[in-house]
């Protein structure tokens, strides 16, 4: 009896030591969104994909109107709740203090071991800047793995990786983790480092406000060729799968067409943001589908 007594209290407590775990289980960010009905974005400046006025602080960019319009196709409600820099991503997700990333992330393996992309949005090429003055790597990208060659990075950020992997004898000159997106290209200009990495897209403003201080390195193909994605948790798998659906809804529908003609049309450079090929041909509506539509009305 005794034993039997023993055996029914440890039963009970295994019991209740359970449901405590279950109820303990964090919360993910796909059951937080669909409760809520708010998708919490997470973001970084840059041109011409999200934008704040500085003067409104109201908020513009190919991925804010496309991320609106997404939660339009979801029946959510979308927040830019906070900036935040680009070397913090991966933990900000995890913590839950976003539910998705939503400036465009380059989808690299080294942020893949702790997050999960859309399928891409656009891809956008990485280029080398330099000195305004500096022509030693022009068609000759090569020349930069050198050890008398430094080149400015972001600890375990796109720029490191691209040094590490691509330029290993060079010298690397690491920026401090929390600061603006322009730094690495201040540190070239100002001569802390020789060169560095970054997409085109940062060129324009910055040579507005540093006329003629860098260049873009010509090379006969760029750099590297990156997918501009929205980014969550390595664990959200949920949520990744109702976004790439939003996503291709949006690029079948023609929004990102659309968007990205609109900015174009403002002024600013989207040329770079290359397009996503669909798993389909619109020649043949063009040519054979409509010819059947013709010849069926007659």
């Known amino acids: 009896m005794k034993h039997l007594k023993y055996h029914s209290i440890l039963a009970f ?13 964090a919360e993910s960010a796909y059951d937080r969104v669909i409760r809520t009905g708010t998708i919490q974005c997470s973001y970084g400046i840059w041109e011409p994909a999200v934008m704040r006025d500085p003067n409104t602080g109201e908020m513009s960019g190919v991925f804010y ?19 935040i820099d680009w070397s913090l991503i991966s933990e900000d997700l995890k913590n839950g203090k976003s539910d998705v990333h939503c400036a465009g992330v380059w ?28 022509k030693r790597f022009d068609f000759n990208i090569d020349a930069a793995n050198s050890s008398d060659i430094s080149i400015a990075i972001i600890d375990d950020d796109v720029s490191e990786e691209i040094a590490t992997r691509d330029f290993p004898m060079a010298k690397r000159v690491s920026r401090a983790q929390i600061g603006a997106v322009e730094d ?9 480092a020789d060169i560095t990495f970054d997409g085109p ?6 040579n507005a406000t540093n006329p003629d201080k860098v260049r873009m390195v010509p090379t006969q193909k760029p750099v590297r060729i990156f997918p501009n ?8 798998n949920e949520l990744q799968n109702m976004l790439n659906t939003a996503l291709h809804q949006m690029q079948d ?46």
């Open 13 to 25: 407590m295994v019991l209740i030591s359970f449901f405590y775990s279950i109820e303990a289980k």
């Open 65 to 83: 109107e496309l991320m609106q319009e997404i939660g339009k196709s979801l029946n959510l409600e979308v927040k830019f709740s906070h900036e």
């Open 107 to 134: 989808a690299t393996p080294a942020r893949g071991r702790t997050m999960a992309f859309t399928d891409p949005i656009t891809f956008l090429p990485s280029v080398a800047f330099v000195r305004a003055d500096d």
């Open 184 to 192: 690495l290209i201040f540190m070239v200009m100002s001569g802390k």
């Open 201 to 206: 897209n940062r060129f324009g403003p910055f």
């Open 229 to 236: 994605t929205f980014a969550v948790d390595i664990h959200e």
């Open 253 to 298: 529908n023609g929004t990102v067409d659309r968007l990205l003609k609109k900015y174009q049309s403002k002024g600013y450079d989207t040329g770079f943001l290359l397009p996503v090929s669909r798993p389909y041909d619109w020649t043949k509506w063009n040519s054979e589908m409509n010819k059947g539509i013709i010849d069926i009305k007659q």
